[in-house]
């Protein structure tokens, strides 16, 4: 038998010390297939293994040798390889052809047609499981460009339109919680797995029953505030009737006094004003812009004036604008409920009697109205080479103004959605963007975000169904009462603000993102400049194209406020402005927007007919949100905030020296920061989870540092944000040399200057902090 020959070849050569590990491997290949051999002769089931083993057992020579040790598959050849090679193996060892030769044969048949027909079945299967099926997303978490552009390619300008004409049409049913509701269920069709409304009731400053008045006494003509006479009958147009036009949370009652031209109301403006004249409870006629309109009321009411007549000079709005009718709606409230002031307006909470936010008379005006009072040359206010408004310092003009607006506690609804982040679920990048006001003013330029924040949920959606999910959870928010000081987004901050300090690390505002059709206008906190411009000029088609776009980071109106004041969080907005409104921007007044003009559907139809600069603000916003969301290391330039402090630090003034040297430091250790620990951690080889975990945590609450307590009104607590695009200093800075210049204050300087200095400090601490905490770890690896 073969075991016999293979285990007498043993015996011949077992005995010699040279045998090598081939010949064993040799030895055990050929035992192995001899074996198989005698299991396939017939008979061999009879076999004795025990005998076998009692015959190797009995010769000593044998004995030392383990076969079970052997792997066969080891061997340089393989084993059917190195058999076919050994021609004389067959002849040299004949074996009996087995009787049932032809039942192996039918089952071999057997085999081969039944794997044949299942490989086809297999190909089938496969062609349309493929053709069927999406392709696999990458791993939950992971960063992909091609991804993001895979669901930004799925928001389409006409579905956006037609998100847009949908939601207007939502409105008709006047009430905010029942449009809450039915957005909800907008969001939830389209996949989104939990959205919540979030309802709080609040004080708002509404219309009266009549509308405010103003009258001139030497004529007794009363006007309304569009400057339509109190004898004609008011516009079927709520929005565009006079009701609409006051002040949200003035003082109400009525006032008879003179009207003093104070032009933009600045510290010199009412500086001068008080050296000419007695302005004790007189009517200040006030141009809307150049500073935050509460900062200009706190001087007003300082200086003892007893009312204010504000109107927006023609001269300081886009040529195509023509304002001269135009009624408009301001608010003096700061943010949030004013009967909850710091605290959320849940039930049960203690209720504040604030019904008035200032003790002066309030009242927009159009300036038709302004020139009436004035009686101002008509071509004043024509169109042609503008000359802004100037009123007679010698005339004496009295007038009686009335404010009747009412206070109400109204019901306000939040809708807030969650798509859960698979890897950080505890890091949320919140998306923003503001709904329908069924109280008082109504305009339509809220439907653009709110498009466009439900654009952006569709495409998302689409790619969740598949199995693909962000790193970081994302939280989209439709806010309710904005128009009456960002109002829902500060009582949900508020209410859940111990969550949100440790969790947010990013704001993307959709706040009126068309207010024109010409330039790209981004706004971002220093720590997302790079990464804004890095996507501003992404997928802009030769439909939309994207001009040079002037990025920085500038105080703004928008629900964003509470985050960038409260929390410290990054922000960003990308909006689209006239072009003349942009450059107004750097060469003329800023704070313009703080007056709501309406604006209607077909206004921003003509502004954007085809929906193409929507779908760029979503894709814009919505690359942006997503990197966010997914990448290791979050995109945030520490290097970048501690440039911003020294450029917020140029020029000639006194007291700057210790503020250039701590800043100097500053950036030094911002430097060290983003060249030892950031560029290891933006590298996959080196990077460490919990070391990129300790860099995201300080780098989202980097900007904390720079929060003040008390800023002038209307000024950022966040002092990171400057007032506009030519002011280059703090805010607070350039509030305090303007009192140290007209020798009003040098303690204001000092206080300011002591601000700034004790945040640059508290910022370099934070540094060193993080930088010690990152060397701990490593000592503590070694």
Known sequence: MAYQKVNADQRATGHSQYLD????????????????????????????????????????????????????????????????EDSDYVTRYPRATPKSNHCNIFRFSKIFCTLTLLFILGIVIGYYAHKKCPSQDPSPGMSDPHLYQEILKEIKAEDIQKLFRHLIQLTKSGDDTEFSEKLKAQWTSHGLEEVQLFNYSVLLSLPGSSPNTVTLNNSSQCFYPN??????????????????????????????????DVMYGTVEDVTRIRVMKNVTNKIALLKLGKLPLLYKLSLLEKAGFGGVLLYVDPCDLPKTTNPSHSPFMVSLNPGGDPSTPGYPSIDGSFRESRMDLTRLLV??????????????????????????????????????????????????????????????????????????????????????????ITAFIQA?????KRGWRPDRTIILCSWGGTTFGNIGSYEWA????????????????????????????????????????????????????????????????????FFINHLGTPMLRFSYSLKDFSSDLSQGPSFLSEALFPVRLAEIEELDPFFNLHETIAKLSGEVILQIANDPVLPLNALDIALEVQNSLKGDHAHMFQLLEMASRL????????????????????????????????????????????????????????????????SILHEAWQHEKLHLSNETLQVALSKVLNSINSAQVFFKAGLDVFESGLLGKN
Request: net charge negative; hydrophobic share 35%; with cysteine.
């Open 667 to 730: 950036r030094d250790s911002a430097e060290l920061f983003q060249s030892d620990e950031m560029r290891p951690a933006n590298d996959p080889k080196e990077r460490a989870p919990l070391r990129v975990r300790m860099l995201n945590d300080i780098l989202q609450n980097l900007e904390k540092n720079f929060l003040v307590q008390q800023v002038p009104p209307g000024f950022y607590r966040n002092i990171l944000y400057r007032l506009d695009e030519k002011t280059h200093q703090f």
């Open 21 to 84: 590990s081939d010949d064993l491997q040799a030895t055990a290949l050929d035992l192995e297939w001899d074996m198989e051999q005698e299991l396939e002769e017939p008979g061999f089931d009879r076999f004795q293994l025990d005998s076998a083993e009692n015959q190797n057992l009995g010769n000593s020579e044998t004995a030392d040798l383990d076969l079970d040790s052997i792997q066969p598959g080891t061997s340089p050849k393989g084993r059917f390889q190195r058999l076919q």
């Open 494 to 561: 508020e209410d859940f603000k111990k969550v949100l300090q440790k969790n947010v690390v990013a704001y993307v505002s959709l706040h009126n993102p068309i207010r024109g059709n010409s330039s790209l206008h981004p706004i971002a906190s220093p720590s997302l400049q790079q990464l804004v411009a890095e996507k501003k000029n992404f997928n802009c088609s030769w439909r939309t194209k994207c001009p040079e776009a002037n990025l920085s980071s500038v105080q703004m109106q928008g629900d964003g406020d």
């Open 363 to 452: 009242q927009p005006i159009s300036v038709s109205l302004a020139a009436k009072l004035f009686a101002l040359p008509k071509e004043r206010g024509q169109p042609g080479a503008c000359k802004p408004l100037q009123f007679p310092q010698d005339e004496i003009r009295i007038v009686t103004m009335k404010v009747q607006t009412v206070t109400e506690y109204k019901k306000l609804t939040n809708v807030v959605g969650y798509l859960k982040g698979a890897s950080f679920p505890d890091r949320y990048v919140i998306v923003g963007s503001h709904h329908h006001n069924p109280y008082g003013y109504n305009g339509q330029e809220w439907a653009s975000g709110t498009a466009i």
């Open 227 to 260: 400057g339509q006479p109190c004898d004609q009958e008011p516009s079927k147009d709520p929005s565009q009737g006079p009701l609409f036009s006051y002040a949200a949370y003035s003082a109400r009652g009525t006032l008879e006094a003179e009207v003093i």
């Open 460 to 464: 998302l959606m689409l790619k969740v």
